[in-house]
């Protein structure tokens, strides 16, 4: 009886209406896709054309087959009475990476379960063995402070500061990423590694082996694509607050950052600048001449970010024409509404190339053409007002099924009407991603958090696994965005610790909706959305003011260097934000490592996470170590405690 058979490079497996099809994909990497009653699909929801594989060799014997392709080999064993397909993935030195699990015998469990909805397509469950002492980096941006996800369990589906970016590296030496963007879960258990899609039509994950985690990063960038260069003005200061809510009002903040002689990159428009959601144009009472303002900002030096939503008021200008063309996302029962804030609205179904072409076109005429080249694309998850995912169908399935590329096909919308445009590297802000955004100029912020100090630290591991998730660009609100009053000195002292950390974040960007409100009315006296309290650099006190304005400086003194770590990320996938492990992986007190981080390869960033600290521990690996701020030099593989004062981050620059 012939269970496999091969394609070309590709090694296929057959037995009881399953049809399994590993093939080579990029170099030292394999796709594995299955099906159930029907051959496997190539659908390429984040994986690109899989490129050369010179080295790819299969081997097919009677009971058992395997397929190579560089460093990374895929064994296929029969396993069970019933002959079901175990696969197992090795390095060029034969040790073990991952493997599916057994069927268990009286457990009767299954490495890969399709369970069917009656006339439908199906669940799907798939398990790998655990493994002792391996160490899980990345899936994207989860609000806890946990760095190494190996015991937790994870949730498959983005939220307003959650994105899930299923790609993690592990410690063995291998990369995973899970190509589905149905709606599930993940399981990283000491026993066994669940994955689960609630909806979806296979089986489709795809593993690249290699000696550093450097390599992985390379393999998964060459696999769904490589950020575009970071423009200029993404290297220094971003300035924002919610919301400057007209156009004398924007114009007099930039003016006051160049009086006082500050480099400001990029200034914000925040959202409620239009008339309706989903006009997609400034409301002419506020910002009477959009092309002047930006000229002035310009001739500053400095570049405008327009927010964008997705949402399409019920009542707005474009809504009936989006709802007749079908280019909205639609609610599978009840009211078309996705989300009440300010009024009823829903999304715009960025899975549709006609709806985001619509939309696009709109925003060229109204910002672009204005002079506008960022974009802030928030609510990117989309930001349902219950999270019911199953409520939603987009053009391209169920939300259930394929809900998490939304994300990315927002940004795709955008990146590549600016392309066409004549924009060359555009890379816009978003609040959410999956796998294959960076390659649409994805920079990833962390969302409407919290100003606290915990969530603070969670930013930190937040930054660290977008990295290692192939997200290279990413930012955080500075100071968090919830609350935060300026004159409170606990919040002083957050922001100034923050602010700290931002000049070594990819982007350094200042944004926070602060207290009190500031009430806005129409000249009719209507009133409509507020803006937030002050959120300059000057309106923390005198205290704050040279600290922040020292950061400042120090980013813009850092800009050679922040160019030449966006080339590498550009060029290598390379994040970065690098957790300890990812730069010194043959060290293992770094794996744990997650209040501190590489900015590159040359600075060791210790950030100040508690409040009231004037010093912290800090782990210096192997070599020699010079403190960025007294010049002091420290000999590595041990902990120092470094001083941290108020005006001070523990930043140590490696020397050898």
Avoid at 373 to 388: C, H, N, Q, S, V
Avoid at 427 to 447: D, K, T
Avoid at 454 to 459: L, T, V
Wanted: negative net charge; proline residues 5%.
């Amino acid at each position: 009886m012939n269970y496999f058979e091969q394609n070309g490079q590709e090694l296929i497996w057959r037995n009881r209406g399953e049809t399994l099809r590993i093939t080579p994909w990029g170099e030292d990497s394999l796709r594995v896709r299955a099906a159930l009653v029907g051959e496997v699909r190539d659908d390429r929801f984040a994986l690109l054309e899989p490129g050369g594989a010179p080295e790819a060799s299969v081997e097919i014997g009677e009971e058992t087959a395997s397929i190579r392709n560089g460093r990374l080999t895929a064994t296929i064993t029969m396993d069970g009475w019933h002959h079901y397909a175990r696969v197992t993935f090795t390095n060029q030195r034969g040790e073990v990476l991952l493997r599916e699990t057994a069927t268990g015998n009286a457990l009767a469990l299954r490495s890969r379960k399709f369970e069917p909805y009656l006339g439908g397509d199906f669940q799907l469950t798939a398990t790998f063995d655990g493994q002792d002492g391996e160490h899980i980096y990345g899936m994207g941006q989860y609000q806890e402070e946990i760095l190494d996800w190996k015991g937790c369990t994870l949730e498959l589906a983005h939220r307003n500061s959650q994105a899930s970016v299923p790609f993690y590296i592990s410690s063995l030496g291998y990369g995973f990423l899970w190509h589905n963007p149905a709606i599930g879960s993940v399981s990283f258990g000491a026993n066994r590694t669940t994955w689960r899609a609630e909806s979806t039509k296979q089986l489709d994950y795809w593993v690249t082996a290699g000696d550093t985690p450097a390599d992985i990063s390379r393999n998964y960038a060459l696999a769904t694509g490589f950020a575009p260069m970071m423009p200029e003005y993404g290297l220094g200061f971003w300035q924002c607050k919610l919301r400057y809510w007209n156009q004398e009002q924007l114009l007099e903040v930039a003016r006051e950052y160049k009086r006082r002689g500050l480099k400001v990159d990029v200034i914000v428009c925040d959202f409620f600048h239009w008339p309706k959601m989903g006009d997609y144009r400034f409301d002419p009472e506020f910002f009477p001449n959009p092309a002047a303002m930006v000229r002035e900002l310009n001739e500053m030096g400095i570049e405008l970010m327009v927010s964008v939503w997705p949402q399409v008021s019920l009542t707005g200008e474009n809504y009936d024409e989006m709802f007749q063309q079908g280019l909205l996302v639609r609610a599978e029962y009840g009211e078309q509404v996705g989300m009440r804030f300010v009024e009823d609205s829903m999304f715009y179904d960025a899975t549709n190339p006609r709806a985001r072409r619509y939309v696009w076109e709109k925003v060229k005429k109204n910002y672009f053409d204005a002079g506008v080249r960022i974009f802030w694309l928030d609510e990117a998850e989309p930001e349902y007002g219950t999270y019911d995912f199953k409520n939603y169908r987009y053009w391209l399935g169920s939300n259930q099924q394929i809900g998490n590329i939304y994300p990315q096909m927002y940004a795709r919308g955008f990146y590549e009407g600016m392309v066409e445009a004549g924009m060359e590297n555009p890379v816009n802000l978003l609040r959410c991603a999956w796998a294959g955004s960076q390659r649409y100029g994805a920079l990833v912020w962390s969302g409407d958090i919290m100003c606290r100090w915990e969530d603070f630290r969670r930013q930190v591991c937040a930054g660290l696994n977008m990295g290692c998730a192939g997200i290279p660009w990413w930012t955080t609100d500075i100071g968090g965005f919830h609350d935060g009053h300026p004159d409170d000195p606990g919040f002083r002292e957050l922001l100034i610790r923050w602010f700290q950390w931002g000049c070594y974040c990819p982007v350094m960007r200042l944004h926070g909706d602060r207290r009190p409100d500031e009430r806005v009315f129409r000249k009719d006296g209507t009133e409509v959305l507020s803006s937030g309290g002050p959120n300059e650099v000057w309106s923390y006190g005198e205290e704050a003011y040279p600290i922040l304005t020292k950061y400042m400086e120090r980013r813009e003194a850092l800009r050679p260097y922040v160019r030449e770590l966006m080339r590498e990320a550009h060029e290598n996938g390379t994040p970065l934000m690098r957790a300890m492990f990812y730069e010194f992986p043959e060290d293992p007190a770094c794996a744990a490592l997650k209040d501190q981080y590489m900015f590159g390869g040359r600075f060791l960033v210790a950030p100040v996470l508690y409040p009231g600290a004037r010093s912290r521990g800090v782990y210096l690996p192997a070599g020699l170590w010079k403190d960025v701020d007294t010049g002091a030099e420290y000999p590595g593989g041990r902990t120092v405690t470094a001083d941290a004062p108020l005006d001070r981050i523990p930043v140590f620059e490696r020397m050898a």
